[in-house]
């Protein structure tokens, strides 16, 4: 049986789906989805393998494992998990009483808190639903949480009456770290019984990253014709996004869990373990 792959729709994926999408994928059926959805099918075992929510992996860390040198992370400013909200709040975010979060996401909703909290002192009622950035038009709330293409979307064309706060940005200003969304996750289950698929799919990944890195600006054309951006936005976008598991993401990841640990969030002493062939092999 082929392994079950999700690929969140966004296009931060695009440097590790391109060479596939591009020339097909023989050893993996793919999955489309926004990342709440591929959380769902993942933790039903309906998907072998998929991004998953990093909050999502601490909640569910003791069934799973992290495949090495994958995530979607930034360094700072991410420009698609943002906070657009009211002009009135610009500077008195700290008022903020009622935020609109987008149901696509699980990780950014529990940043958005620990940002508002920590940085603002703000604790306001969040609202899951599903939203676009003309918000301020339809709802009475003081601001809303996007994330991917709807989130980046904002911030190029942001409205005249709104406010946008970048939350890698703000991430990396409250702990010095970066911000890792999302990581490739896999159930120890999976692990066991198929040992050669998952090694096999590690490689596809490190090699499908080296390609889209070797032949960025093709792959920046295909993105324009797949998502509603310029290649000019797509490359300074893609340029942001960081697809590494090295160090630094890795205590960027553990200084997230332990503040989301802190409000509720994470249980405490979330164990990272990432996947090594010699364990399973
Ligand atoms: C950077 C992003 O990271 C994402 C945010 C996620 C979340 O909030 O749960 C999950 C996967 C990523 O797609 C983005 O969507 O723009």
New binding site residues.
Partial sequence: MRLRLGR?S????LPLYYPFEKNGFAEAELFSG???E??QLFLKHQLDVT??????YARNYQDLLILPDLS???DGP????MFFYRQEFSGRLQNIKKVGV?R????????LKIILKELFGADPQYVPMNLDIEFYRKTDLDGVLL???K??AGYYHLPQNLEVLDL?EAFKKLTGLP?V??VWAVHRETCQKEPHKIKKLTELFFQAKNYSYAHWQEMVEFGSQKYPFTPEEIDGYLKI?SHELSEREFSGLLEFYRRASKIGEAPAGVLVKIWREDDWM
Wanted: hydrophobic share 50%; aromatic share 4%; glycine share 4%.
């Fill in positions: 969140v966004y296009l931060n994926c926004p990342p709440a591929l959380n991004p998953l929510s990093s909050i999502e979607i992370a930034a991410v420009l698609s998990v987008t696509e996401s699980a990780t950014s909703v529990v940043l994330i991917g293409d989130a980046l890698g911000m969304y999302a996004i």
